[in-house]
DNA sequence: ATCCCCTCGGAGAGCGCTCTCCTCAGTGGC
DNA sequence: GCCACTGAGGAGAGCGCTCTCCGAGGGGAT
């Protein structure tokens, strides 16, 4: 059992309660509470000297109290895998800002892409009794469909990685985006098109995977499965894959990232091998981070819409609090975005 | 009065409470309490009887009930400008991953760099009975002290704006370290150097330039006012003061920008104008944000240890909360991080 | 046997709210 | 004059914990 306790010294005297107002307004403390809530039960001038009383003595309402007597605490839980990572930062915020426009503050936490971790984080979630859950990429999606009935707390995840285990989710349109970006490649006069994956057999990455193959298909080019190489999500392992890609008999015109921070990684190895971007070889990501249009050259990428991408999340939480049987399942567009790492091929290639 | 709450339509179910257990257990509720946190005043076997049957069950005890209980809640509120800048977000990992190995989880919220804002924030951190705040970039520093007084919740600011207005607070040593930046400047030979500073007259700026006055005083290099330019923080304000640069009869060889993003600007436009870096500019920035390395070319910049900071305030919360009368502002040291933004510059300029 | 202490566990108050159930005037209808 | 009704506000239980205060039983020590 992982209880929350803290050893804390220091015992903070005791704040002002609805009852010393309710003395200092000669009322009872139920007008008090009627009063600060703004209830139709009391007279409005009683309502006001109320609360003016209360402003005047610096009152703060107690939302731990009120969390007890209603069962409800106004409150959600955002599960994310780390929160430095810029892209999970700007679903945070679409989240925040939509969660603080209705009254509602979140709990933040990261899972560190752990789903022991993840899980001990939604407990203690639970444990706080947050009204409702939204988690990113989550590693465990099915196992949140007992806790759905059991506590009837909401769940919503943003790209789950088990797609089709959970009901309420938003996702990026994965095999779209992807087989669009291949296209644009296959648009420019490019014929070997590599792709570099992820190995952690993601949906994500197999989703954008299918695209990429369903382009290719498509446009009759070939599948060569050498052309498909493996990295770790992050620029480092972008690099490493690249060096696959060097050494074969052949390089490949482009390469199609199923992220931009591998792309980065893409377009720093192939810069380290004297190769130019994208004269020798073109390159596009996926996700649109923000330094995608400040590295050198500027990548062309997909954009997912992060930020809508945290509001839908929200939203859909929201109308599931307000008792509506919501959409199960949203999918949002990715949106290619044309920058310089990506050109024609050179003829004599 | 700002009171937290919604309309929720949905009223979840009675979840299991301490007494489920206990009847459950045949025991008092008093007993199932003890157990499940460890109180030597229980008998073992019971203790392990009562917790087996409480995992069975699914139990999940209420952190709202214990904090009211309890008087404290451990949650402490985290008020950033806003969570999508980079900057921002490796603090709050660094607070939340403290935070968290101590049993508290953190409320997060943006002030969107409103003064307003920021105090409504604030209000309903009291509200939820935080156990301290952490604020970043505070615009209202000062405000903070009859809080500190009358609530009695801990407050620590990182990089306050307002210093010397209050007392506990996690700082970059912002003087040395941009006097640093210069002083590499001027090792490399150069003798014009522009200031690229932020048109809002926050502290952080202020003590970058003093840094940048000191570093040219000691060399004996004479302070040109025209070379200070003003720009909004973002790139955007790095490429319209460029503009001015641009214009001035002769061309600084080395700008020496407040921040990160407004060099990315810089960097931007000074090459839109046909000039290359360093070859005919150096640049040089301060944060050291993630994709300082990844520009072109890679930034030379004062590396601030966000993740660090953030970890420091949290541990300055831990130790005010357990009672203790902890330092008072701390100051952590920047680091230059010289990359290829910098060189010496031009014989002929 | 008496007394004391020590261990284990129960009873119940209290944390600060909300909300139901009452009470008490005042008012109007007949 | 009686009753019903309405509007305003009080009393008190209850939310799910913690923690103090007790009590019961079981040893020693005297």
Redesign the pocket.
């Known amino acids: 059992m992982n209880t929350i306790r803290t050893a804390s010294v220091c015992s903070k005297p005791?704040?002002l309660?609805?009852?010393d107002i309710a003395t200092a307004a000669e009322?009872?403390?139920?007008?008090v509470?009627r009063a600060?809530?703004h209830s139709p039960?009391?007279?409005r001038e009683?309502a006001e000297k109320i609360q003016h009383i209360a402003e005047e003595m610096g009152y703060r309402?107690?939302a731990i109290?009120?969390g007890?007597?209603?069962?409800h605490t106004s409150t959600i839980g955002v599960v994310v895998t780390t929160i430095a990572d810029p892209f999970v930062a700007e679903i945070i915020g679409g989240i925040e800002e939509t969660a603080n426009d209705h009254g509602y503050s979140v709990f933040l936490a990261n899972s560190n892409a752990d789903s022991e971790r993840e899980i001990k984080v939604v407990h203690s979630f639970e444990e706080r009794r947050v009204d409702g859950i939204v988690v990113t990429s989550s590693r465990v999606g099915a196992l949140y469909t007992p806790m759905l009935s059991r506590m009837h707390i909401p769940i919503v995840l943003i790209n789950n990685q088990h797609p089709g285990e959970f009901v309420h989710s938003v996702m990026i349109a994965n095999l779209e985006a992807s087989r669009d970006a291949t296209r644009h490649l296959i648009a420019l006069g490019h014929k070997r098109i590599a792709y570099l994956g992820d190995q952690y057999g993601y949906q994500s990455d197999s989703e954008r995977f299918a695209g990429y193959r369903e382009a290719l298909a498509e446009a009759g080019l070939p599948f060569q499965p050498e052309m498909v190489v493996h990295g770790d999500g992050k620029s480092e392992g972008g690099m490493r894959a690249v060096e696959k890609l060097l050494a074969l008999p052949q390089l490949p015109t482009a390469v199609f990232c199923y992220n931009d921070m591998s792309a980065l990684g893409v377009l720093r190895r192939l810069q380290l091998a004297g190769l130019e971007v994208p004269r020798d070889v073109s390159v596009v990501g996926f996700d649109d981070l923000f330094l995608a249009q400040f590295c050198h050259p500027p990548l062309t990428t997909v954009r997912q819409p992060k930020r809508r991408m945290g509001q839908l999340a929200m939203e859909t939480l929201l109308s599931l609090l307000a008792g509506a049987e919501s959409e199960e399942n949203i999918t949002v567009p990715g949106e290619l975005i044309v920058r310089e790492s990506t050109a024609p091929p050179r003829e004599d290639r």
Chains 1, 2 share one sequence.
């Open positions: 005791r704040q309660s609805i009852r009322v009872s403390h139920s007008t509470s600060l809530q039960l009391v007279k009683t309402a107690s109290a009120r007890l007597a209603t069962n």
